[in-house]
């Protein structure tokens, strides 16, 4: 039994994807590791108060940017991946020239308005304009998204995964060293946020200069090309109602993730609570790294296996989820064990922190669990399914957060993170075991000879 077991793990970490996930995973490694250092830096030399202030201003952001968000970066994924499995340059091709013009139009518009709704809302419901200028610029940070999810789309779907981890590391790396000199000059939290548009700036530049050798290679089209190329309206049509229920499922969990910080920094009479809850948060998501590569290289692998048929995308969805959920759990033992090490030598001035990391320590393994579950809902075309259980949860959670918070603080957040990960995916699992019986299940048992 043990050496079955042995050997059907030994062929799945032989698979392609399995050495796909640990190309993104060492990379992500990188990341996280630089993104350990910079935090350090930053909770250490801002302070919890002013520390505070960055996480209220980038969530103000996170809100804002719902609205520039239609699912674009993951409807691209999946489009170009099935255009890719079927040698179709056509699609291929409408499906970026979509992307190219929707993008532009939502920047101009949404990004814009935005922009200029920030500051009156910072001032309106926190009575710190600060918080809305900052975040205006957490907006337009994310109105430049373009060429950079452009390429490294390009990249992971032809996985050219070391090309992708080098811009990703590479540019992450530089932008680090940017915003630490500048944090270390006295910029503040405005060297944070600044430095964050800086880094989006130069990647941007950097995955343009790519993606022109793309074209000049013959691999990709040109971005005039694109603009100029006249998409059929039934594909239009398509794209939008396919890439909008992505959206409206992506928004909605991150307005879950963002209304209940937005609604304790309205509570709170400071904001040094929430960088205590921050540091909490960063720290327990650090397990991440291995979840996090595995949920992207999902995004194209599903359709792909869905060719050979249900039965073995559900398969492999499973097999999947077991062993994310093991390694997660590998990885998060230790960190548990090793956090009041870790918060009282990195973090001196966060201990009132370390309550929330253990009672925030279920948080990895939630996520780990549900790794798969976008993309199946994607890949099965059910995403109205998963907007009704998005839109179920925010309607349940919602009323019951804020009473949360108002009686409990930081401990109510706390549980409202929880519940708000741990709902939609019992009701996504719930769904997909009643769906798999449908669709892999023989309709009628065999009658016997």
Do not use: C
């Amino acid at each position: 039994m043990f050496a079955h077991t042995h050997q059907r793990l030994r062929f799945a970490l032989q698979h392609p994807f399995a050495r796909h996930s640990a190309i993104l995973q060492t990379a992500g490694i990188i990341s996280k590791g630089v993104g350990i250092l910079t935090g350090i830096l930053f909770a250490n030399l801002l302070g919890p108060e002013d520390y505070g202030l960055y996480a209220l201003a980038t969530a103000l952001a996170a809100f804002l940017n719902v609205f520039q968000e239609f699912g674009m970066g993951h409807a691209i994924v999946n489009l170009l991946a099935r255009a890719e499995a079927r040698s179709d340059r056509t699609e291929a091709r409408d499906v970026l020239a979509y992307f190219l013009k929707t993008t532009v139009a939502i920047g101009a518009t949404a990004g814009v308005a935005g922009m200029l709704v920030a500051p009156f809302l910072g001032e309106r419901w926190y009575h710190d304009p600060m918080v809305g200028w900052y975040a205006a610029l957490g907006v337009l940070t994310f109105a430049l998204t373009f060429f950079v999810p452009l390429v490294t789309t390009l990249q992971q779907i032809r996985r050219e995964l070391v090309p992708l981890a080098v811009l990703e590391t590479g540019s992450k790396i530089i932008g680090a060293a940017v915003t630490v000199a500048w944090v270390l000059l006295g910029g503040g939290v405005m060297a944070i946020i600044g430095g964050q548009f800086l880094l989006m700036a130069g990647a941007s530049i950097a995955a343009a200069f790519i993606y022109r050798r793309y074209v000049r290679a013959g691999t990709a089209v040109g971005l005039g090309d694109l603009w100029r190329t006249r998409v059929p309206w039934p594909k239009i049509s398509y794209y939008f109602r396919f890439g909008f229920l992505i959206a409206i499922s992506k928004n909605i969990l991150k307005i879950n993730q963002t209304v209940p910080l937005l609604m304790l920094g309205a509570v709170l009479p400071t904001t040094s609570g929430l960088g205590f809850f921050k540091v909490a948060f960063t720290y327990v998501g650090l397990p991440l790294v291995v979840a996090d590569p595995i949920a992207r290289l999902l995004n194209d692998q599903f359709p792909k296996t869905e060719v050979a048929g249900n039965s073995k995308l559900f398969k492999r969805f499973y097999q999947i989820t077991g062993l994310t959920l093991l390694m997660e759990l590998v990885v998060l033992l230790p960190a548990i064990v090793l956090a009041p090490v870790l918060i009282n030598a990195l973090f001196p001035a966060y201990g009132p922190a370390l309550p929330f990391i253990m009672a925030l320590s279920p948080y990895p393994l939630l996520v780990a669990g549900g790794v798969g579950l976008a993309a199946m809902f994607r890949t099965l075309n059910r995403m109205r399914v998963n907007v009704a259980i998005q839109v179920f949860t925010l309607l349940t959670l919602l009323p019951l957060s804020w009473y949360l918070i108002n009686a409990s603080a930081i401990r109510g957040l706390v549980i409202a993170t929880l519940l708000f990960t741990f709902v939609p995916n019992f009701l996504s699992f719930a769904y997909f075991w009643w769906l798999r019986r449908r669709l892999v299940a023989p309709p009628f048992p065999a009658v016997p000879a």
